[in-house]
């Protein structure tokens, strides 16, 4: 499996991007998909996953400004991200993986991250 994500750039604070992750290899429409990220010192930190039914779940800091969603056609999952605040800037990694419907979602593969910052 294969992940390419796009998307990330220079918003300003308040703004809105959207993130897309394409999939290549595997049974797309079967697997959880997800996002993480990670600021400069900081852990890697859990964002939204969707499952193969498209159960969704988000972290606390994005919940009710970032929607995640996907197009089973397209093999793409993508992270829409409104109402943008300078501590959402990080590197956002795209990953496929399991358990998301029951809020354990477990990565499994990882695609390279897209950088977005935030201004305020």
């Known amino acids: 499996v294969q992940l390419q994500a796009s998307g990330g750039g220079l918003v300003q604070a308040g703004g809105s991007l959207r993130l897309a992750c394409v999939a290549t290899?595997?049974?797309?429409?079967?697997?959880?998909m997800g996002w993480h990220r990670q600021a400069p010192g900081n852990q890697r930190e859990f964002v939204a996953c969707?499952?193969?039914?498209?159960?969704?779940t988000y972290g606390d800091s994005v919940k009710g400004r970032f929607t995640i969603s996907r197009d089973n056609a397209k093999n793409t999952v993508y992270l829409q991200m409104n109402s943008l605040k300078p501590e959402d800037s990080a590197v956002y990694s795209c990953?496929?993986?399991?358990?998301?419907?029951?809020?354990?979602?477990?990565?499994?593969?990882w695609g390279q991250g897209t950088q977005v910052t935030v201004s305020s």
């Open positions: 990953s496929t993986g399991t358990h998301c419907a029951s809020g354990s979602y477990s990565p499994i593969y």
């Open positions: 290899g595997g049974r797309f429409s079967a697997n959880g």
């Open positions: 969707i499952s193969g039914g498209g159960s969704q």
